[in-house]
Every structure is written in structure tokens, then in C-alpha cells.
């Protein structure tokens, strides 16, 4: 995902949402954590999920599946799409199925820009 990428925003600000389920400063302290075990910044978890998803593993267990889950939940509301339950589906598979299924109703539903003269 390109820096200049909107879709890279919104994916940042769904991670941002979804880590806000542990307040703010439990947010600041899951990137910190994530920096510092893995190198990746906030601004390039984008590109680098996995991190995320091993940071959340190793703090939380199990329990970093309803991280997750919020995670995913508010890129999809953000993304004006449903969410899909699957659990046989990873972290990082889901997201980037939430990406394709954005960029497909894209295509699907361009905006008209400039077709109507008022």
C-alpha cells in the first residue's frame, strides 16, 4: 500500500478505532509495544499486519481475537461494507478481504463526478 493511498488512512484509522476498545492509553501502549518488538511504526503497520497481529497474539492470546474483530469491524463501517464472519480466516486475511471487497464496489459503483449540470 502507497503512502499517498487513502485506503492506507482509513486502515489507520480503523486501527486506531478498534485499539481504542482498550482506552487510549492502552492504544499508545499496544503501538509502542509493537514498535519496539517489531520496528514497525504506527504509520507502517499498513504494510506490515503481521506485526500487528504477532504483537496482539503475544500481549493477549486468545483473547487478541476480539481486538481483532473490532479492528476489522470499524475498517468495514468505514469502508461502507458488511463485515464477514469467517472464522477459519486470519487477522490479516480478513482485512485485506475487507480492502478488495472496498475496491470492488469501487469499481462496481464509480462516482459520477461532473455528469450532473444543475
Sequence with gaps: MQKEDPLRQVLIEALDQGLLTLGESGMKAIYFHIQNVTSVKRE???????????????????????????????????????????KDKSFVEKINDALKAAAIKKLNYPTCHGMIDM
Design 44 to 86: 507502517d503497520i499498513p504494510d506490515n499486519l503481521e506485526a500487528l497481529q504477532k504483537g496482539l497474539e503475544k500481549i493477549f492470546g486468545e483473547g487478541a481475537k476480539v481486538i481483532e474483530t473490532a479492528i476489522v469491524r470499524s475498517l468495514c463501517q468505514k469502508l461502507g461494507i458488511q463485515p464477514k464472519e469467517d
